[in-house]
Structure formats: C-alpha cells, structure tokens
C-alpha cells in the first residue's frame, strides 16, 4: 500500500510538472539571469567606496549625459561631483535641482527588462539584438527623463514628490512594459507556440 501511494504521488508530482513546465521554466530562467546579472551589477558597484564619496562610472556617464542634454536645449546645466556624498549634483540655470545616484542610472531596471526578454526566450539573434535595442532605448529615455525632472524641478520645485516619485517612474516602466509586450507578441517562442 505504501508503495502504490508513494507511486501515485511520484506521478501526480511528474503530472504537476509536465502541465506547468513552461511556466516553472518562465520563472527558473528569470530569475536565474536576474541573480546572476545583479550578482555581476553589485560587484562592480563594490569597486567604489561610498565612504569616500566614490561614484560609478555608469551613474557620472548618465549625469554628464543629462548635463549636455539639458545644454543642448538651452539650458544652462553643470554637472559636478557632491563633495560629501556619493552622487552627482545636477545644477540648472545656476540651482541645485537633482543629485544622480547610482539608482538613478536605470541599470536595475535594464537587469529587469534582460531578465524577462530571456525568460521568454526567443531566437538567439533577435534575443540579442532586441536586449541591446531595448536597453540602449532605456538608457536614452533614462536620459531624457533625468533632463526633464530637472527642468520640471526648476521651474515646479513644490512638485517634488509627485514629478520624482509618481511620473517619472511610470514612464520608465511604462516604457518597459511596452518593450515586453512587443517582445512577447512578436519574437518570443510563445508567441509562436513553440
């Protein structure tokens, strides 16, 4: 008897499997390439002291970007390292209106977008090519969000929170959202059934 349940719960186990592969494969492979990208993206932030006011070299890129951003379109912008914090202040038209952080820099969210364009695997190429695509896409619109929030704080400085914390953020994700649902629908393999 104890042989005959323990065969029925190995089969209702390799049923269980067998019906939900595609998802558990889903879940194993985003969240294998989301580890193993955030592992690589903390060691490389671990080669910078915070307690010396170190900034990453990709977060002062994303800061020096959003300066000549803002130039470009007549502003008068200055980046400049914060000299008792690890950041980047942001100065437009003379005033102090954002400091760039590393979580600033939209790499997380880059980790985010790669982790779910592999989980829904699709052709090795049109993977690869639509991750670059996608993540040089991000980084612009990381840009232009970080040139806009400081020239909408310049001129709104009472708006704060709700320019910061609400309408930026949706854009971004929003973006990226957009990006997965054009990955799904048109070069993933579960689009295609396969």
Known sequence: MVKLYSFVKKLALKDYFTKYKPFLLFLGKFFLTYLILTVLYQFYLSQFDENKFEVDGFTKSVAYQS???LNLFGGHAKAEQHLTQPCIKLFYNHIYVARIIEGCNALSVMILFIA?????????????????G???????????????LSSAMFHFPKQEHFLHGVIFPLFIYSVVFVL???????????KKGA
């Open 67 to 69: 300066e000549y951003v």
């Open 116 to 132: 779910f364009v592999v989980a829904f695997t699709g052709k090795f190429r049109h993977t690869i090519l639509f991750i670059l």
């Open 134 to 148: 996608g993540c040089i896409l991000i980084h612009i619109l990381n840009i232009t969000r970080i040139a806009l």
């Open 180 to 190: 997965w649902v054009i990955w799904v629908n048109t070069f993933s393999y579960a």
